[in-house]
T-cell receptor, first 111, second 115 residues
Framework: QKEVEQDPGPLSVPEGAIVSLNCTYS??????FMWYRQYSRKGPELLMY????GNKEDGRFTAQVDKSSKYISLFIRDSQPSDSATYLC???????????FGTGTKLQVIP | DAMVIQNPRYQVTQFGKPVTLSCSQT?????MYWYQQKSSQAPKLLFH???????NEADTPDNFQSRRPNTSFCFLDIRSPGLGDAAMYLC??????????????FGPGTRLTVL
């Protein structure tokens, strides 16, 4: 079993839709949870990070962590064609620790 | 702007011909990482430097080496590339903090093709 599981998609949605991206994990020691966005042929860029359980909102993006279920989500409201990218979840035990990535979900927002 | 720069962006090499990929950073971060990412896969950590201290992942093949001559630069050397080494190579940096989260900042990557 992989430490982090993420549905690779692809996920196609119409412009303006609410997008839900998810990851599950098995290591209960993970404390920090991150979402990276990776455009085609580019390096990942950090979108959001969350410590422990709870929600965090940044503009159209909301990250949720449920440690009891070992489940994290990223919601994108009012999705735009420019949101079309691969979204990677990532997690760590915190501080200077190895980051474990999911395989990424490819999202396409259709105008 | 402070950033992570990788050169070249695209590299073509022949089977068995050594190749070196370059990474530089203006963030003055302590830690520099090299990842290998194949299509539709998660980035796989090869090794990292904390300052001058080199840390190799247990499953990184001996074919992959790295050098960090100073804070700003780090190199990935592939001594004898095989067809299976064709991938995107990502360099990342982080402060190396012991508390909170130690955010990694990625460069744009170098796409390696092996003929």
């Amino acid at each position: 079993q992989k430490e982090v599981e993420q549905d690779p998609g692809p996920l196609s949605v119409p412009e303006g839709a609410i997008v839900s991206l998810n990851c599950t994990y098995s290591n209960s020691a993970f404390q920090y949870f991150m979402w990276y966005r990776q455009y085609s042929r580019k390096g990942p860029e950090l979108l959001m990070y969350t410590y422990s359980s709870g929600n965090k909102e940044d503009g159209r993006f909301t990250a949720q962590v449920d440690k009891s279920s070992k489940y994290i989500s990223l919601f994108i409201r009012d999705s735009q064609p420019s949101d079309s990218a691969t979204y990677l979840c990532a997690m760590s035990r915190g501080g200077y620790q190895k980051v474990t990535f999911g395989t990424g979900t490819k999202l396409q927002v259709i105008p | 702007d402070a950033m992570v720069i990788q050169n070249p962006r695209y590299q073509v090499t022949q089977f068995g011909k050594p190749v070196t990929l370059s990474c530089s950073q203006t963030l003055n971060h302590n830690v520099m990482y090299w990842y290998q990412q194949k299509s539709s896969q998660a980035p796989k950590l090869l090794f990292h430097y904390y300052d001058k201290d080199f840390n190799n992942e247990a499953d990184t093949p001996d074919n992959f080496q790295s050098r960090r001559p100073n804070t700003s630069f780090c190199f990935l050397d592939i001594r004898s590339p095989g067809l299976g080494d064709a991938a995107m190579y990502l360099c990342a940096t982080s402060r190396g903090t012991s508390g909170a989260t130690d955010t990694q900042y990625f460069g744009p990557g170098t796409r390696l093709t092996v003929l």
